[in-house]
């Protein structure tokens, strides 16, 4: 099945190459990036020599619908929304890894990012592709809006709990960190070494553009309109998502009712993974993989429960979990092509 990937000149999209480039079904047949358009891929990437030599093209939705059955946005927020309505119309399937169609509501979106919304038909055609809870859905989409990063690792962590009943929806404290490749490849000096290196900045504390869909979320799964306090941290490593969950313990339950019940909850989700009682999840053992490995604690003094939900940010976080849902577009299984053994040490 030929695809092709906007954005293929960033680090979503070079992950996007990473993977589908051993995909038995996937071929890439059109990298596409505006900005760099007519240059080699390996020109850009070295370590792509003889592996993905293709030159990147402009995107021209006429020539894509000639040549592509699926088209993979690896763009910026404010790029995709003026794409993919005419895609679909020519009947090219597009998986959105910006967060252009993830937000229902036009003004929310102009709101909590700052752009001109998508066109209000995509946005009710787009299926949210949370893979573990929308998979119906996703199977029958022709366009999905793939989570952020931090609300997949924040969103598998808190919905079994929320769902089942076990934590109070109005104590939802997220402490999420993030290593740098989370903020794209372009420079700032919010990322610049000197600033980031042997350094912890919170940034964009009750501000940040992922706060609407993680609660979106949590209510169209729950049925439960919830507000979550959720706070942001850049670290100074590459790859990475830790979000500690704090909650109020509804009843009394145990760290050991809590890991039987995700265990339960996600017996079908091969890439969701629990730990046992006193196993902390740390983001190396996840790292270059599609898995979400997950941790509890429940203090019993307290009455709070901590929960860790880890990811590595560009895989499970962005191109892993697009594949993942081409996958299951495809009726294809849902692992095929993401069954790296997470990279140690």
């Known amino acids: 099945m030929k695809v092709g990937i906007v954005g293929a000149n960033g680090y979503s999209g070079l992950e996007l190459i990473r993977l589908l480039t051993n995909h038995p079904v996937a071929e890439i047949e059109m990298l596409i990036s505006h900005s760099t358009s007519g240059q080699s891929i390996k020109t850009i990437y070295p370590h792509l020599k003889d592996i ?14 000639g040549r592509v059955e699926l088209l993979f946005f690896a763009t910026p927020s404010g790029v995709s929304s003026h794409y993919i309505a005419s895609l679909i119309d020519k009947g090219i399937p597009c998986i959105d890894l910006s967060g252009d169609h993830r937000l229902l509501d ?39 809006a793939n989570p952020g990063c931090y609300p997949t690792a924040t969103l598998l962590g808190i919905l079994p709990a929320l769902k089942k009943g076990f934590i109070n929806k109005d104590s939802i404290i997220i402490d999420a960190k993030s290593g740098l ?15 980031t290196n042997d350094n ?9 553009q992922h ?8 209510k169209k799964v ?17 790859r990475g998502i830790m979000c500690t969950i704090y909650a109020k313990v509804m009843g009394s339950q145990t760290t050991e009712d809590f890991i039987k019940e995700y265990k339960t909850f996600y017996k079908n989700s091969p890439f969701v993974r629990i730990r046992e009682a006193g196993q902390w999840p740390t983001t190396k053992d996840v790292s270059g993989s599609n898995y979400c490995d997950i941790g509890f604690n429940v203090d019993e003094r307290t009455g709070q429960v901590t929960i860790v939900s880890v990811i590595d940010n560009l895989v499970k ?23 790296q053994v997470p990279m140690y040490p």
């Not at 993905?52 to 619908?65: K, Q």
């Not at 490749?181 to 600033?195: P, V």
């Not at 609407?212 to 979320?217: F, G, L, N």
């Open 181 to 195: 490749s989370g903020a794209g490849r372009g420079t700032s000096l919010m990322t610049h070494f000197a600033e």
């Open 317 to 339: 976080g962005a191109a892993g979990q697009a594949i993942q849902n081409f996958n299951l577009m495809n009726g294809l299984d849902q692992q095929m092509g993401l069954k």
């Open 211 to 218: 706060i609407p869909e993680i609660e979106q979320t949590l």
């Open 106 to 144: 036009p003004a929310t979106y102009q709101a909590w990012y700052h752009k001109e919304p998508a066109p209000i038909k995509a946005l009710n055609q787009a299926v949210y592709g949370l893979s573990e809870f929308f998979q119906t859905e996703i199977k029958d989409a022709q366009l999905i």
């Open 222 to 238: 729950t049925q439960l309109e919830t507000r979550v306090t959720f706070s942001t941290h850049l670290v100074p490593m590459t």
């Open 200 to 208: 912890l900045k919170a940034y964009n504390l009750g501000s940040h």
């Open 52 to 65: 993905c030599e293709m030159d990147l093209e402009d995107l021209t939705i006429d020539e894509v619908a």
